[in-house]
T-cell receptor, first 112, second 117 residues
Framework: GNSVTQMEGPVTLSEEAFLTINCTYT??????LFWYVQYPGEGLQLLLK?????DKGSNKGFEATYRKETTSFHLEKGSVQVSDSAVYFC???????????FGRGTSLIVHP | SQTIHQWPATLVQPVGSPLSLECTVE??????LYWYRQAAGRGLQLLFY??????ISSEVPQNLSASRPQDRQFILSSKKLLLSDSGFYLC?????FGTGGQPGGYTFGSGTRLTVV
């Protein structure tokens, strides 16, 4: 079935550093791809999405481009803030039932 | 607008006691509903999903069960809790495929932190 693989964390950065969190997927066809963010003690929130190849999702300074040639959807931000500290999940629908499949999550820690 | 409510936010229960967590969705009809568990420091594990009233699919064998007595209500239960049931439980919904909603657009509740002692 479909799956997503994320880089392991934690990722520790200083404020204003550049962020990349890698995500690759396996799928039949071209599913929509998502990034979710989970702040401490909270549920997951949709951060951004892309619905077809070459689409770029963006929100709150984060970006991710749906690249079918590399089956990737890496999350990037040019300048992280302490408030970006959270766990980030890559996700895609899994099969015809559209059951969501999530990566294991990557913890981001941003120091002042 | 659509909203999802999940309660309680935190729960401490003794081993062997029953469990009932409730999730309700507002502002949409015939949603797909999901229960996930997130163990400390780990990813999300899909426990159950439902595509309609009374339709429950279980992803993993376990000590838990789920029910959907109404279109927008999803309940997670256990008759006797185990220590290993501790974790962060998340309810989520998405538009059903039949309504033409964007597949995979999932909205999560705020979660229930369950500690079994």
């Amino acid at each position: 079935g479909n799956s997503v693989t994320q880089m392991e964390g934690p990722v520790t950065l200083s404020e204003e550093a550049f962020l990349t969190i890698n995500c690759t997927y396996t799928a039949t066809g071209y599913p929509s791809l998502f990034w979710y963010v989970q702040y401490p003690g909270e549920g997951l929130q949709l951060l951004l999405k892309a619905t077809k190849a070459d689409d770029k999702g963006s929100n709150k300074g984060f970006e991710a481009t749906y690249r079918k040639e590399t089956t990737s959807f890496h999350l990037e931000k040019g300048s992280v803030q302490v408030s970006d500290s959270a766990v980030y999940f890559c996700a895609q629908p899994s099969g015809g039932s559209y059951i969501p499949t999530f990566g294991r999550g990557t913890s981001l820690i941003v120091h002042p | 607008s659509q909203t999802i409510h999940q309660w309680p936010a935190t729960l401490v229960q003794p081993v062997g006691s029953p469990l009932s967590l409730e999730c309700t969705v507002e502002g949409t009809s015939n949603p797909n509903l999901y229960w996930y568990r997130q163990a400390a420091g780990r990813g999300l594990q899909l426990l159950f999903y439902s595509v309609g009233i009374g339709q429950i699919s279980s992803e993993v064998p376990q000590n838990l069960s789920a029910s959907r007595p109404q279109d927008r209500q999803f309940i997670l239960s256990s008759k006797k809790l185990l220590l290993s049931d501790s974790g962060f439980y998340l309810c989520a919904w998405s538009p059903s495929f039949g309504t033409g909603g964007q597949p995979g657009g999932y909205t999560f509740g705020s979660g229930t932190r369950l500690t079994v002692v």
